[in-house]
């Protein structure tokens, strides 16, 4: 038996050597992964702010509340008191009591306010954690489209969020530590921390004040006018910036309006109708072809190719200068401008004018999931005709708007940009911007201006006027494709153009989609005065001093075709 006990001891001693003093190292690896603990630090998630630094979306902490179903003490009175307090349904609440398990949610990023109060009810098993949430200052609809949002886990979904997710998000950190086991931290164990970067702050283009503008005046006329929905766009004419890209949809069943969950300035295509027909004749004067006072006898009716076309208005026809077909947006003057043009010079004009293209600034995407439009290669049969007046391509209201900025900008296309930069470390650090493309001549955006001045005194955008100053621009009411033709009854009406005219400062888009009445005369025009009006107060633009455009309120532009 002594011998027995002898060895034992032995036995162990030598394993205690073995393991504490000849093969150390070795249990000492297997040892610490079962000691350490790692745990990941979440980074703060940068903020979206406006032109002048103002916040637009910013993450903050926010209370988590949830229970230890295993710890309530009396079920009923807890799921009582938690809905009284939070609002959530009592039933449940009660239902997640009596599945049983260890945790369950009630409510995710609450206000401060509630979880103050559950805290105050002091209920066993309820616990009030923090979480980051992302909070939208000027209220959940503004700019919603073009910001996007994030899940309630802080994954980014759509918009500028996902856009720049990478430079928002930051860089995770990592700490990790010895435990004993009962979980407690070792004080004379292994430390290591490797800190969170924080997410750089996204610093738009976009002026806050006129952001909000354009989408106030834009629901109270998409309701006004019984529209699906429409589209307001302003953009700093010099620089090509976007200071507001509003969207708007109304439901269908009530007729309010709010704003859009996406983009619909980028992402959406119609084909634009009359707005086209400066480009028609912007290709001519370009070419030398046409000069604005070359007159012309323009036919009630015009066969091209297979197809015979009506010109549906009086003050569209007979003997006609360049520029009087673009003030009475005729579409027959157009279709024989555009015969002179031919295809493949309109075709390489629209191309740079960035019509089938992204308008970032290196030819990508400028936001998630942006459509590029489309321009056909090749033109068969009527398509230089009814390209030539603006059906047969699908453009997005922000090339559109680019499109006429290029004309109020002396012929250079600008690219049209959302972001100025960052602030990194509390300094904003701008982002540099392309430079511009000639696309025509001073002087032939000059003769362009001119026509398109013209068609707000003279022509089918009366109602687009704005007291002080000059205004040029365009309307354009284009039938909608359906299948096997267009539409009889819905339409897109838009106005675009630019003021002052003889040195724009703003140039800006309206859309509204199958409006009532729905001729962009009498709809659009309005609205491009309205938003101009507030914008050019709310960006302290100096009136030029010109004479108010009389407005015969008589006649609300109707002699015009889409």
């Given at each position: 038996?002594?011998?027995?006990?002898?060895?034992?001891?032995?036995?162990?001693?030598?394993?205690?050597?073995?393991?504490?003093?000849?093969?150390?190292?070795?249990?000492?690896?297997?040892?610490?992964?079962?000691?350490?603990?790692?745990?990941?630090?979440?980074?703060?998630?940068?903020?979206?702010?406006?032109?002048?630094?103002?916040?637009?979306?910013?993450?903050?902490?926010?209370?988590?509340?949830?229970?230890?179903?295993?710890?309530?003490?009396?079920?009923?009175?807890?799921?009582?008191?938690?809905?009284?307090?939070?609002?959530?349904?009592?039933?449940?609440?009660?239902?997640?009591?009596?599945?049983?398990?260890?945790?369950?949610?009630?409510?995710?990023?609450?206000?401060?306010?509630?979880?103050?109060?559950?805290?105050?009810?002091?209920?066993?098993?309820?616990?009030?954690?923090?979480?980051?949430?992302?909070?939208?200052?000027?209220?959940?609809?503004?700019?919603?489209?073009?910001?996007?949002?994030?899940?309630?886990?802080?994954?980014?979904?759509?918009?500028?969020?996902?856009?720049?997710?990478?430079?928002?998000?930051?860089?995770?950190?990592?700490?990790?530590?010895?435990?004993?086991?009962?979980?407690?931290?070792?004080?004379?164990?292994?430390?290591?921390?490797?800190?969170?970067?924080?997410?750089?702050?996204?610093?738009?283009?976009?002026?806050?004040?006129?952001?909000?503008?354009?989408?106030?005046?834009?629901?109270?006329?998409?309701?006004?006018?019984?529209?699906?929905?429409?589209?307001?766009?302003?953009?700093?004419?010099?620089?090509?910036?976007?200071?507001?890209?509003?969207?708007?949809?109304?439901?269908?069943?009530?007729?309010?309006?709010?704003?859009?969950?996406?983009?619909?300035?980028?992402?959406?295509?119609?084909?634009?109708?009359?707005?086209?027909?400066?480009?028609?004749?912007?290709?001519?004067?370009?070419?030398?072809?046409?000069?604005?006072?070359?007159?012309?006898?323009?036919?009630?009716?015009?066969?091209?190719?297979?197809?015979?076309?009506?010109?549906?208005?009086?003050?569209?026809?007979?003997?006609?200068?360049?520029?009087?077909?673009?003030?009475?947006?005729?579409?027959?003057?157009?279709?024989?401008?555009?015969?002179?043009?031919?295809?493949?010079?309109?075709?390489?004009?629209?191309?740079?004018?960035?019509?089938?293209?992204?308008?970032?600034?290196?030819?990508?995407?400028?936001?998630?999931?942006?459509?590029?439009?489309?321009?056909?290669?090749?033109?068969?049969?009527?398509?230089?005709?009814?390209?030539?007046?603006?059906?047969?391509?699908?453009?997005?209201?922000?090339?559109?708007?680019?499109?006429?900025?290029?004309?109020?900008?002396?012929?250079?296309?600008?690219?049209?940009?959302?972001?100025?930069?960052?602030?990194?470390?509390?300094?904003?650090?701008?982002?540099?911007?392309?430079?511009?493309?000639?696309?025509?001549?001073?002087?032939?955006?000059?003769?362009?201006?001119?026509?398109?001045?013209?068609?707000?005194?003279?022509?089918?955008?009366?109602?687009?006027?704005?007291?002080?100053?000059?205004?040029?621009?365009?309307?354009?009411?284009?039938?909608?494709?359906?299948?096997?033709?267009?539409?009889?009854?819905?339409?897109?009406?838009?106005?675009?153009?630019?003021?002052?005219?003889?040195?724009?400062?703003?140039?800006?888009?309206?859309?509204?989609?199958?409006?009532?009445?729905?001729?962009?005369?009498?709809?659009?025009?309005?609205?491009?005065?309205?938003?101009?009006?507030?914008?050019?107060?709310?960006?302290?633009?100096?009136?030029?001093?010109?004479?108010?455009?009389?407005?015969?309120?008589t006649s609300t532009g109707t002699d015009e075709e889409g």
């Amino acid at each position: 038996m002594l011998v027995v006990l002898v060895l034992a001891v032995v036995v162990v001693g030598w394993r205690l050597v073995h393991i504490q003093v000849l093969d150390r190292e070795t249990y000492t690896q297997w040892g610490t992964p079962q000691r350490l603990t790692e745990v990941e630090l979440d980074a703060n998630r940068g903020a979206i702010l406006d032109r002048g630094l103002q916040t637009l979306a910013v993450s903050d902490e926010r209370p988590t509340i949830w229970l230890d179903p295993k710890l309530v003490v009396d079920p009923a009175a807890t799921a009582n008191a938690l809905a009284t307090v939070t609002g959530i349904d009592e039933r449940s609440i009660l239902d997640k009591i009596e599945r049983g398990g260890r945790f369950a949610y009630i409510v995710r990023q609450t206000d401060p306010e509630i979880g103050e109060a559950v805290l105050a009810l002091g209920l066993a098993g309820v616990v009030v954690d923090s979480e980051a949430a992302r909070l939208l200052p000027n209220g959940d609809y503004f700019a919603r489209g073009m910001l996007g949002r994030l899940d309630v886990d802080h994954v980014a979904l759509t918009g500028l969020e996902l856009q720049y997710d990478d430079l928002l998000r930051g860089q995770t950190g990592w700490e990790s530590y010895e435990r004993g086991r009962d979980g407690t931290l070792l004080p004379t164990g292994e430390h290591s921390l490797q800190a969170a970067t924080q997410g750089k702050d996204l610093v738009l283009t976009v002026h806050r004040e006129t952001q909000f503008l354009a989408e106030q005046i834009l629901v109270e006329q998409v309701e006004n006018t019984a529209a699906k929905g429409g589209v307001a766009i302003v953009l700093r004419s010099g620089t090509g910036e976007v200071l507001a890209s509003a969207a708007v949809s109304a439901d269908p069943e009530s007729g309010r309006a709010r704003p859009a969950a996406y983009n619909m300035a980028y992402l959406d295509t119609y084909e634009p109708g009359s707005v086209n027909k400066i480009f028609t004749v912007s290709a001519a004067l370009e070419a030398g072809l046409v000069r604005p006072d070359m007159e012309f006898y323009v036919p009630e009716q015009y066969e091209y190719a297979d197809k015979v076309f009506l010109e549906p208005f009086s003050k569209g026809r007979g003997e006609l200068t360049v520029e009087q077909v673009v003030a009475r947006s005729s579409n027959i003057g157009t279709i024989m401008i555009a015969e002179m043009v031919g295809p493949e010079r309109m075709r390489d004009h629209l191309w740079d004018l960035g019509f089938g293209r992204f308008t970032g600034m290196d030819g990508s995407a400028t936001v998630p999931d942006e459509s590029a439009g489309l321009i056909p290669d090749t033109f068969f049969g009527t398509e230089l005709a009814t390209i030539a007046f603006g059906q047969g391509v699908a453009l997005t209201p922000m090339q559109v708007a680019a499109a006429y900025n290029t004309v109020a900008n002396g012929g250079v296309y600008l690219a049209p940009t959302l972001v100025r930069g960052v602030v990194d470390e509390g300094e904003l650090q701008t982002w540099p911007v392309a430079p511009g493309r000639r696309v025509m001549s001073d002087e032939t955006a000059g003769q362009i201006t001119e026509m398109l001045t013209l068609v707000v005194s003279e022509g089918t955008g009366r109602l687009a006027s704005v007291e002080g100053f000059t205004v040029a621009g365009k309307t354009g009411t284009a039938q909608k494709p359906v299948l096997g033709g267009y539409s009889e009854t819905d339409y897109m009406s838009t106005f675009v153009g630019f003021v002052p005219a003889q040195d724009p400062e703003l140039t800006i888009l309206v859309l509204l989609d199958t409006a009532t009445p729905h001729l962009a005369g009498e709809v659009a025009a309005p609205l491009f005065a309205e938003l101009a009006d507030y914008a050019l107060q709310t960006l302290r633009v100096a009136p030029t001093q010109a004479e108010p455009v009389p407005v015969d309120s008589t006649s609300t532009g109707t002699d015009e075709e889409g």
